[in-house]
């Protein structure tokens, strides 16, 4: 079983920073693309950025120069650094995570529960 728990989410005011980390757990052999996702009150959830497996970054429009996704596979972790919040930016961020697993070498998508950013004025 693979667990995701993602931390670093809060109260900031506008143009604030802050860091998610999501940490996986478990039964895990290797890491494909890792990202995070967001999903504001009322709305779809929408990717935020991912990373591959080769370190390929990938933004939404909206995040681009101001939020830098980063992976560290010894320690199981991605991370997502965000600089110039903006009010938009409050929402349930949850990371998403493509594990495989050891022999037979399954290739499965597990997400968090989700961590709250709330951008204040």
């Known amino acids: 079983q693979v667990q995701l728990v993602e931390s670093g989410g809060g109260l900031v005011q506008a143009g604030g920073s802050l860091r998610l980390s999501c940490a996986a757990s478990g039964s895990i052999f290797s890491f494909g693309t890792m990202g995070w996702y967001r999903q504001a009150p009322g709305k779809q959830r929408v990717l935020v950025a991912d990373i591959s497996s080769g370190e390929t970054t990938n933004y939404a429009d909206s995040v681009k120069g101001r939020f830098t996704i980063s992976r560290d596979n010894a320690k199981k972790t991605v991370y997502l650094q965000m600089n110039s919040l903006k009010l938009e930016d409050t929402a349930v961020y949850y990371c998403?995570?493509?594990?495989?697993?050891?022999?037979?070498?399954?290739?499965?998508?597990?997400w968090g529960k989700g961590t709250l950013v709330t951008v204040s004025s």
């Open positions: 998403k995570v493509r594990i495989i697993t050891p022999p037979p070498y399954k290739t499965m998508d597990y």
